[in-house]
């Protein structure tokens, strides 16, 4: 640090030395001690320099730039002006010194001290210490208040009052009557701080601090208008032109090299407050007073600079969001804010196409940032604003912001590229990722959007199923972008996108033809050039199987849409085109005159059938798809929705009918649906006028069965269906109620009975076909029960017993050879049975023999039911009913072979019942599970392999709940099991070995060290022997389950559980 910088500093430390309080005289104000302080150090300063010291050496440089500069006043009345010459002529001392300094240190820089390489380097000349530092910020102070601030106009930047306290007696301390004049001192110290700035050290604490007064300065002397000479106004006389063009440059110059926030910032306090209209409710308060006309149009031309400026949009939402939080509603509210400033072309714009051309992009980039904070500050302003351009400027958000935006999309269909990536990895990761932030975070649908997205789902359905073959992170995006357009896309438009993706409206194109995506390398998708593949059976193989794969993603995308209709529409739709093949079936068998065709409409005519046949195997295949992996409850949610079911049901049947046309499809098919229709009149759901009047469509298809149909007995129906649901169900004939009681005893036990089965997975077909035909809406799913069918008849559900219907009654229909009534029946009687019924109880012998019989029943519906009712009955009396059992699964036919065959059916459902009955003994069973063992030890050595199968199974369900009681009988059942293991030929019977084994195992957990101790070594080496020698991989895997079910307990016992607990012995 050299002398003279000491010198210079030291000068300025005597200018701005404080008054201390002793110095201070009574009943003095506050503005005439400011006056006394500057002439007492203005005097200290002179007497300083005057006596030879210190100061001397400053003397010299002092007078050189006081004879350069041509502002300097030795004559002003002024005190606060005089105190601000000798503060700019120091500082402009102090600047030209350092940069001599800084000029002769780079010219000769300091050679590095190769003693100590590690030493840091010198430092420059111009580096302040912080006392210096602290010394120039408190000049710089001086000098903005008393010689910058006070000749601001009214308006232009803040004024000193709204400062602070002190700021009034600095106005009042400043004579604006004697010269020079108050334009002229400010221009005066805006040059000199301008000049000071120059030098980068100097540089940071004049901007950092004073920026915005500056900025202010300069705009009032290059566009504030000029008063008219005759005024008489002496401090307000005009600047000379070239100095007004010197304050502009100087202004734009500013304004490039400062950080653009805060430029953007100032000149935001520039603008000044709101209009005294809108302030006047804030009484008291300071706010900023309002800016002259002329300084807010600068102020919002200068901000429209800055904001078309490149990254001028980022500038503008740090200059706004910086140091706010992470959330709160005053940080969303200013993110709102900044997106409609942004969405609004200012006034000062050449042309909207100019500004969003430019602003556009950069609102864009506002997405791509990384910083955790501040990606989630921009990702707000920018979804905000992109969605107000599409809602207010939707032709310009078109063109600079979806088609960018989308552009990637765009290539993949119809791109021009031939490279081998045509779509780069990271171009389809970020579209997107920007589309997901816009859409489905942004959540403010327009049609403009919709449309735009509408034009690229085909690529981008193809991307999700890409996805969904392989693992990425694109897959959940593309999968909540498809579901955001599907579901707010309007009901015809979501429907025909669902019939383009799945192939039904032509060609299904998802990308350029010879392209295909593949796997990038950080996990994303990008596109590339499709292999050649010779083979044209293996290409046909994988465009039937691309086909499928897609219509297999679309359906579980609908699946996902669990609280739209969409799904249930678009099955709805699927039916009637269905119905339309159906009607133009017979048309196109019919065989046209090709003689007079040339060979070109030949060739279209053709080509025209085949893509028919194509069009037609998707929607088949589409049927089928969605019937399988979508349950009934989200195809059919709605009533409207089940009465559209109905109608292309029934017209199908009038399809057919019109064409003669019998067969057991469209049988079905119209009897289902007209017993869906007697189920919704009968009263199983409070019909509303307006179900009624979405029912009417059902009224011509119904009059057309009516007439055509060769049963008297459908025509009938019909008629009266048909005039239940044209008197909005005043009306009620018999028929309708009787058909509806049919169609649910018909179609609810086989549901009921195949969950309420875990043995037999064989059904018949009259089991599975209702499965589809049940009527998902709420009120059908649990239907009412009356007694008096002559009042608003009721539908019954199948298991309640009516208390009309007598216990003999339901005997009888349990011997019925009509099979749904027999097993509504049977169930009926088992309920009975679990209720407690008095007299189902008295007659257990009955209905031992009539559940005996209908075991050997072909159908599943009674044979099902059967089994229920034995296991009811079994747990109810378990002393007689098991013996009886026992019997029956004993028995030894030796009859002809038709018989043994039903034989051996009929001990197997007796197996079942009694694997049942063994489930429902729980604690009971080491007492009624003796006779139980016996049986089934002895069935492991009959001649055939099923009942040796069935009786290890039942062997397993009991031993593993017999605890301790097995103890007895450990050493009969560890032969027993490890000769089957080792010697059986069925491998069936060897998984049903192992798997009693870890059954057994299972049930006893901790106590099978107790129960199994002696032949616990014997089973693991036969469970060993499997793993190593058994040449079933189902035996090795039941094997495998059994040892780990060994090792968990051998590890508890090894290694028990510590338990902090206390013994307490009591002593004798």
């Not at 149009?297 to 078309?308: A, V």
């Not at 109608?647 to 049947?653: D, H, K, P, T, Y």
């Not at 195949?754 to 064989?762: E, K, L, R, W, Y």
Request: hydrophobic letters at 40%; a negative charge; one cysteine or more.
């Amino acid at each position: 640090m050299s002398k003279m910088t000491t010198a210079l500093i030291k000068s300025l430390s005597i200018l701005t030395k404080p008054i201390r309080d002793g110095q201070l005289s009574d009943g003095q104000t506050t503005q005439s001690a400011l006056l006394s302080a500057l002439q007492k150090n203005l005097t200290e300063l002179q007497e300083h320099i005057s006596k030879a010291g210190d100061l001397t050496e400053v003397t010299p440089l002092v007078e050189e730039v006081r004879r350069d500069v041509t502002w300097f006043c030795r004559d002003t009345e002024d005190i606060t002006w005089s105190f601000v010459q000798e503060c700019l002529l120091l500082l402009l001392c102090l600047a030209r010194h350092l940069k001599c300094l800084l000029d002769a240190f780079q010219k000769n820089p300091a050679a590095p001290n190769l003693a100590t390489p590690e030493a840091a380097p010198p430092l420059p000349p111009d580096v302040l210490s912080v006392a210096q530092q602290k010394t120039l910020g408190a000049v710089l102070q001086f000098v903005v208040t008393l010689g910058l601030c006070p000749y601001l106009a009214p308006g232009v930047g803040v004024a000193l009052a709204l400062r602070s306290a002190f700021g009034a007696a600095v106005e009042g301390a400043v004579r604006l009557d004697v010269g020079p004049a108050g334009e002229r001192r400010l221009l005066i110290t805006t040059n000199v701080l301008l000049e000071v700035s120059a030098l980068s050290s100097l540089a940071t604490p004049v901007f950092t601090r004073h920026l915005g007064d500056i900025m202010a300065a300069l705009c009032q002397l290059a566009y504030r208008p000029q008063r008219p000479d005759g005024d008489g106004a002496k401090s307000h006389k005009g600047l000379t032109v070239e100095e007004r063009k010197s304050c502009r440059e100087s202004l734009h110059s500013l304004l490039g090299k400062v950080y653009q926030p805060i430029v953007i910032k100032e000149l935001l306090v520039l603008q000044g407050g709101p209009k005294q209209g809108s302030s006047g409710s804030r009484a008291g308060g300071k706010a900023l007073a309002q800016a002259p006309p002329w300084l807010r149009r600068l102020c919002g031309q200068m901000l429209s600079d800055r904001l078309m400026q490149p990254q001028g949009v980022q500038a503008v939402v740090r200059a706004i969001l910086e140091g706010t939080g992470a959330g709160g509603d005053s940080e969303w509210r200013k993110c709102d804010a900044v997106a409609k400033i942004l969405a609004a072309c200012p006034q000062q714009s050449l042309s909207a196409e100019n500004y969003y051309s430019q602003v556009c992009p950069q609102i864009l980039e506002l997405l791509h940032f990384k910083d955790k904070l501040t990606a989630q500050q921009f990702q707000r302003v920018a979804t905000r604003a992109a969605i107000i351009m599409v809602q207010d400027r939707p032709e310009f958000a078109q063109q600079f912001l979806l088609d960018p935006l989308l552009s990637p999309l765009h290539r993949c269909a119809v791109g021009d590229e031939l490279s081998q990536d045509a779509v780069e990895e990271w171009e389809l990761t970020r579209c997107i990722e920007d589309v997901y932030k816009i859409c489905v975070v942004g959540n403010s649908p327009s049609d403009v959007l919709l449309k735009a997205l509408a034009n690229v789902i085909s690529p981008l359905f193809g991307l999700f199923c890409f996805t969904k073959q392989n693992v990425s992170h694109l897959r959940s995006s593309c999968q909540e972008i498809l579901i955001w357009c599907l579901s707010h896309s309007e009901r015809s438009e979501g429907l025909t996108l669902l019939k383009r993706l799945c192939g039904l409206l032509g060609e299904v194109c998802g990308v350029k033809c010879g392209f295909q995506f593949s796997p990038g390398s950080e996990g994303g998708a990008r596109l590339t050039v499709r292999e050649q593949i010779s083979d044209e059976d293996d290409a046909l193989y994988e465009k039937v199987s691309s086909e499928q794969w897609r219509v297999q993603c679309l359906v579980q995308l609908l699946g996902d849409m669990k609280d739209s209709d969409l799904p249930g529409e678009f099955f709805l739709l699927l039916l009637q085109d269905l119905t339309a093949v159906a009607a133009e079936q017979e048309d196109v068998q019919q065989e046209m005159d090709t003689s007079s065709l040339t060979l070109l409409e030949l060739e279209q005519h053709l080509l025209g059938r085949v893509n028919g046949h194509g069009q037609r195997l998707a929607l088949l295949q589409t049927l089928a798809i969605m019937c399988e992996g979508l349950p009934h409850t989200q195809l059919l949610c709605k009533p409207t929705q089940v009465v559209g079911f109905i109608v292309s049901m029934l017209q199908r049947a009038c399809v057919s009918l019109e064409r003669g046309i019998d067969s057991p499809v469209e049988s079905q098919t119209l009897s289902m649906g007209m017993g869906l229709v007697a189920t919704l009149l009968s009263g199983a759901a409070e019909l509303t006028p307006d179900d009624y009047s979405s029912m009417a469509e059902l009224l011509p298809y119904l009059e057309q069965i009516s007439q055509q149909h060769p049963e008297p007995v459908i025509q009938e129906l019909a008629s009266d269906l048909r005039a239940t649901i044209a008197t909005h169900g005043a009306y009620h004939p018999k028929p309708v109620l009787k058909t509806a009681g049919q169609h649910n005893t018909a179609h609810s036990p086989a549901q009921h009975a195949n969950h309420s089965s875990n043995s037999s997975p064989a059904t018949t077909s009259s089991s599975r076909a209702p499965s589809r035909s049940q009527i998902p809406s709420q009120p059908l799913s649990h239907p009412k029960n009356t007694a008096d069918l002559g009042a608003k008849p009721k539908v019954k559900d199948f298991t309640e017993i009516s208390p009309n219907k007598a216990f003999s009654e339901c005997m009888l229909e349990a011997c019925d050879p009509d099979v749904p009534t027999r097993a509504v029946a049977v169930r009926s009687l088992t309920r009975s049975l679990r209720d407690g019924d008095r007299e189902a109880l008295q007659n257990k012998d009955k209905l031992l023999m009539l559940f005996l019989e209908n075991l050997e029943h072909e159908d599943s519906f009674v044979y099902l039911s059967a089994i229920q009712g034995l296991a009811v009955l079994a747990d109810s009396f378990p002393e007689q009913i098991l013996q009886r059992l026992l019997g029956e699964y004993q028995t030894d036919v030796s009859d002809g072979p038709p018989h043994k065959e039903r034989s051996l059916e009929t001990r197997l459902k007796v197996g079942e019942v009694l694997m049942r009955a063994s489930r429902a003994m729980g604690d009971l069973a080491p007492h009624y599970g003796r006779p139980l063992i016996g049986v089934f030890l002895s069935g492991t050595r009959d001649e055939d392999s099923s009942v040796r199968a069935s009786s290890l199974s039942n062997l397993g369900e009991l031993c593993q709940r017999l605890n301790f009681s097995l103890g007895s009988l450990a050493q009969e059942l560890s032969m027993c099991l490890t000769s089957l293991i080792k010697t059986d030929r069925e491998a069936e019977v060897r998984r049903a070995a192992v798997h009693v084994i870890a059954l057994v195992l299972r049930g006893l957990s901790d106590k099978t060290t107790q129960v199994l101790a002696d032949v616990l070594l014997e089973l693991y080496r036969a469970l060993k022997w499997v793993v190593r020698s058994d040449s079933d991989d189902v035996v090795k895997l039941h094997a495998q389950i059994a040892l780990e079910e060994l090792d968990d307990v051998m590890r508890r016992f090894i290694f028990p559980q510590q338990k902090l607990e206390k013994k307490i012995v009591v002593l004798p």
